[in-house]
C-alpha cells in the first residue's frame, strides 16, 4: 500500500500525516484531524487553546490530567513549556503571618478602677 502524502503537521508533536481534502477544506467547524495527528493530542490542544484564551491554570490543569503525557519528550518546545507551566503548582508567596487584632473589654477595668 504507498504511503499518503504528508500534508499537514501536528499542533503538539510536529508529526507530519496526511489531512483529507474534505477535513482540509471544511469551512462549517474545524475537524481534530487539521490540527493534529491524534485524538490525544486534539485534548492537549484544547486544554492548551482553553489555557491560553482563559488563562484559568486550574481547569487547564483538570483536562490535562485526563491526557496521556506519556510521550511529552516528543512534543514542541512550546507546548512542553506550556504544560509544565500548567501543571506546576503556583509559587507559594512569604508573607509573615498577620497579627491577631483581639478586641479587649476595658470596660471592666473601668469598673474596677471606680470601686
Same mark, same amino acid.
Given at each position: 500500500?504507498?504511503?499518503?502524502?504528508?500534508?499537514?503537521?501536528?499542533?503538539?508533536?510536529? &508529526?507530519?500525516?496526511?489531512?483529507?481534502?474534505?477535513?482540509?477544506?471544511?469551512?462549517? =467547524? @474545524? +475537524?481534530?484531524?487539521?490540527?493534529?495527528? %491524534?485524538?490525544?493530542?486534539?485534548?492537549?490542544?484544547?486544554?492548551?487553546?482553553?489555557?491560553?484564551?482563559?488563562?484559568?491554570?486550574?481547569?487547564? &490543569?483538570?483536562?490535562?490530567?485526563?491526557?496521556?503525557?506519556?510521550?511529552?519528550?516528543? =512534543? @514542541? +518546545?512550546?507546548?512542553?513549556?506550556?504544560? %509544565?507551566?500548567?501543571?506546576?503548582?503556583?509559587?507559594?508567596?512569604?508573607?509573615?503571618?498577620?497579627?491577631?487584632?483581639?478586641?479587649?473589654?476595658?470596660?471592666?477595668?473601668?469598673?474596677?478602677?471606680?470601686?
Amino acid at each position: 500500500m504507498a504511503e499518503k502524502n504528508i500534508n499537514a503537521f501536528c499542533s503538539i508533536c510536529g &508529526k507530519g500525516y496526511h489531512v483529507c481534502r474534505s477535513c482540509r477544506e471544511q469551512k462549517v =467547524f @474545524k +475537524p481534530w484531524r487539521s490540527v493534529t495527528d %491524534n485524538i490525544e493530542h486534539y485534548k492537549i490542544y484544547l486544554a492548551i487553546h482553553g489555557y491560553t484564551i482563559s488563562k484559568n491554570r486550574k481547569n487547564a &490543569k483538570a483536562e490535562l490530567e485526563k491526557c496521556d503525557l506519556s510521550d511529552l519528550e516528543n =512534543f @514542541k +518546545p512550546e507546548i512542553k513549556t506550556a504544560i %509544565n507551566e500548567i501543571m506546576e503548582e503556583p509559587a507559594q508567596t512569604k508573607t509573615s503571618p498577620r497579627k491577631r487584632k483581639e478586641y479587649i473589654d476595658t470596660s471592666a477595668k473601668k469598673d474596677e478602677i471606680s470601686e
